[in-house]
């Protein structure tokens, strides 16, 4: 029972660097989620996809691009890591129609 | 744009109180509102409200939704320790997004 399973679970990045976050789900769901939380900031929506070759901006896209070209998958890249991307990053999927989203465990970047 | 407030912001109870725990929200085409309970890493699925008036209740813990006001109350009675972590209150609208509130921090103290 993998669920939604976030590689790497931590990262140290140097300012300029680039990286890709990976997700997968195993629950055959057609919406995926990535989102960013900050300590007083909640759950911040990046970007998402509602199917296989979708994606669409979330509240805080500038600075990240994702690609969703397994439905089972959907990537999260940082082109040129800044410090400001210091943050745990969440990965997400639904059904759609409302119900509830399963989560991964998080991946915890620092940009140094 | 899409809002979801919850308050308060952080609370700190001893065990045995009741609390309760507030969400607001101003979302084109609501669908749908979803209470999670985060500890230490991914936030974990509490209740799922969609009609009005119609309490969720699991174990301790209850929940009540009011479309015509727009907000949600999470109750927990008979507080424990393991109840200490955020709480997160969120929408799904046509938009097919969740929007997440910022959270309401909850310590309960032995």
Same mark, same amino acid.
């Given at each position: 029972n993998a669920g939604v399973t976030q590689t790497p679970k931590f990262r140290v990045l140097k300012t300029g660097q680039?990286? =890709?976050l990976l997700c997968a789900q195993d629950m055959n769901h057609e919406y995926m989620y990535w989102y960013r939380q900050d300590p007083g900031m909640g759950l911040r929506l990046i970007h998402y996809s509602v199917g296989e070759g979708t994606t669409a901006k979330g509240e805080v896209p500038d600075g990240y691009n994702v690609s969703r070209l397994k439905k089972q998958n959907f990537l999260l890249g940082l082109e040129s890591a800044a410090p400001?991307? =210091?943050s745990v990053y969440f990965c997400a999927s639904s059904t759609g129609r409302g119900r509830e989203a399963f989560f991964g465990q998080g991946t915890r970047l620092t940009v140094v | 744009e899409d809002k979801v407030v919850q308050s308060?912001? #952080?609370?700190v109870v001893h065990e045995g109180d009741t609390v309760t725990l507030n969400c607001s929200y101003e979302v084109t085409n609501f669908r749908s509102l979803l209470w /999670?309970?985060?500890e230490k890493k991914a936030p974990t699925f509490l209740f799922m409200l969609t009609s009005s008036g119609i309490e969720k209740k699991s174990g301790?813990? #209850?929940s009540i939704l009011d479309k015509k006001e727009l907000f949600s109350i999470l109750n927990i009675t008979a507080t424990q320790t393991g109840d200490s972590a955020i709480y997160l209150c969120a929408t799904w609208s046509?938009? /097919?997004k969740y929007i997440f509130g910022t959270g309401t921090r909850l310590k309960v103290l032995a």
């Open positions: 680039s990286m =890709t400001s991307q =210091t | 308060p912001l #952080s609370l /999670y309970k985060q301790r813990l #209850s046509g938009t /097919y």
